[in-house]
């Protein structure tokens, strides 16, 4: 066979980004059962990956920054008008996610949102945006998996 195989890219978060790259979720974020529009679907895929990296140098970080500007690219958010990504990150702390693991001698259920703490810091100079967020403890250790 001679096609090529699309590969999952390897980015740092301070490079370009561009082409397809892989997230790796714990089976419970894929799982789970939410009214999440498609938007906030695509920035917890995003926030997961900005924590994994994250973790990756700081394993007891409790508190993650990005650049909004990178968010937006993981994301695929096009355009300069930020509120609806605002209100995205407004419902990832506002939702209930419900989930549900079946184990072999017991059921887990539970319920949480995605997101405990956001804080959009814009320096005015440069108009430069730095997105701060905390998420649950439970989600972190989940993605530290």
Not at 9 to 22: N, T
């Amino acid at each position: 066979m001679n096609e090529k195989q699309i590969k999952p890219m390897e980015k740092s978060l301070f490079g370009d980004i561009q082409g397809d790259f892989a997230i790796k979720k714990h089976s419970s974020f894929i799982h789970a059962n939410n009214d999440l529009t498609l938007s906030q679907n695509k920035l917890i895929n995003a926030i997961i990956y900005i924590v994994k990296d994250q973790l990756k140098r700081s394993p007891n970080q409790k508190i993650f920054t990005c650049r909004l500007w990178i968010l937006k690219n993981l994301a695929g958010i096009k355009g300069t008008d930020n509120n609806q990504l605002k209100d995205s990150l407004k419902g990832l702390v506002t939702s209930a996610i419900e989930y549900n693991v079946f184990g072999k001698d017991k059921e887990k259920r539970g319920v949480f949102s995605f997101l405990s703490d956001v804080e959009l810091e814009i320096e005015q100079r440069g108009r430069v945006a730095i997105l701060k967020i905390e998420l649950p403890t439970r989600i972190v250790e989940a993605i530290k998996r």
